[in-house]
């Protein structure tokens, strides 16, 4: 699909790959954001906006479920490991890192700066936030989760 795009015709099969990776990556990355954004209105709306930051661990947990099956079996299937134990290990260690930079901007926006309204608490942790801690998992994912090199093509 994204691999077939016009535009990556004229790359070279190394920089094809990678940039085939970060499109899924970042498709992943959309889809799992809709999901990390449900759960947590929801949550919030729930504990009727006295529980932001419980709101924003349990959407966090949610959406790593959802993120680590799909990012396993689409966007780094040619990176995938025979340990998907050692990789699930990996791949939430790596998110509770990449969820601290939503969670700090959440906090902030929210208790040091009085921004306390549903689009703030949304801007802060679902955009600024988000935009960080998405760079962050990225590159955990590739350096630290799916290390393997089994020469599987990406399809």
């Known amino acids: ?14 920089r094809r790959v990678r940039v085939t990776e970060i499109l899924r990556f970042l498709t992943v990355g959309g889809m799992n954001w809709l999901v990390d954004l449900a759960v947590f209105n929801a949550v919030r709306a729930a504990s009727e906006g006295r529980h932001v930051m419980v709101a924003k661990v349990v959407a966090v947990t949610v959406a790593t479920l959802f993120s680590w099956t799909l990012n396993r079996r689409w966007t780094f299937s040619a990176r995938a490991t025979d340990t998907p134990t050692r990789e699930l290990a990996g791949f939430v260690l790596v ?22 309204s549903v689009l703030a608490d949304n801007v802060s942790a679902n955009v600024v936030g988000l935009v960080l801690g998405t760079v962050l998992r990225y590159v955990g994912y590739r350096a630290f989760v799916f290390t393997g090199r089994r020469g599987r093509p990406l399809v």
């Open 95 to 116: 998110n509770v890192a990449g969820m601290a930079p939503p969670l700090v901007c959440l906090w902030v926006s929210h208790h040091l700066l009085g921004l306390t």
């Open 1 to 14: 699909m994204l691999d077939r795009l016009p535009v990556l015709r004229d790359l070279s099969p190394a």
